[in-house]
């Protein structure tokens, strides 16, 4: 009896510690991807830039990620099409020599102004003619 209980406590507990550094990864990662969009937003804007999503992120990570999310570094890249913000770290470690890491990214389109084009064109127009009469103009 006393033999099982040895083998079976330590493996319970570590079973335990487990799900314990999974929740606390999924946490961090939550707080990866929260940050990450919230640099993104500030980023994409227009009139915005690759620093004012840095300085989100930083404050971001500052705010949610002392905790469960350890050594977090963000990279921010606003392009004239596109931008893009990356996060990384590690989560917490709860089970000794287990060191989970974490990673968020996100992506969208850089806004920008673009001229309407030249000319009185109706892009919503069929370029057939007329719809209601086959494209066949009037009888």
Same mark, same amino acid.
């Given at each position: 009896m006393s033999?099982?209980l040895v %083998? @079976?406590? &330590?493996?319970? %507990? $570590?079973?335990?510690?487990?799900i314990? /550094?999974f @929740?606390?990864w999924?946490h @961090?990662?939550?707080?990866?991807?929260?940050? !990450? *969009? /919230?640099? %993104? *937003?500030? !980023?994409?804007? /227009?009139? +915005? *830039?690759s @620093? #004012?999503?840095?300085a989100e992120?930083?404050?971001?990570? !500052?705010? $949610?990620g002392?905790g469960?999310?350890r050594?977090?570094r963000?990279?921010v890249?606003? +392009?004239?099409?596109?931008s893009t913000? #990356?996060i +990384?770290?590690?989560a917490?470690s709860?089970?000794?020599?287990?060191? %989970? &890491?974490? =990673?968020a990214?996100?992506?969208?389109?850089?806004?920008?102004?673009?001229p309407p084009a030249l000319?009185f064109?109706?892009?919503?127009?069929?370029?057939?003619?007329? &719809?209601?009469? +086959?494209g =066949?103009?009037?009888?």
């Open positions: 033999a099982e %083998l @079976a406590i &330590p493996a319970l %507990l $570590l079973l335990i510690l487990l314990a /550094q @929740a606390i999924a @961090a990662t939550h707080i990866a991807q929260a940050a !990450a *969009s /919230q640099a %993104l *937003s500030a !980023a994409r804007v /227009q009139g +915005g *830039s @620093a #004012d999503g840095q992120a930083d404050d971001v990570l !500052a705010q $949610l002392s469960p999310l050594n977090p963000a990279t890249n606003r +392009g004239p099409q596109e913000v #990356d +990384g770290g590690e917490a709860v089970v000794p020599f287990l060191h %989970l &890491p974490v =990673k990214r996100a992506v969208g389109p850089s806004e920008r102004f673009v000319g064109a109706n892009p919503e127009a069929p370029a057939d003619g007329n &719809p209601t009469t +086959g =066949k103009g009037w009888h």
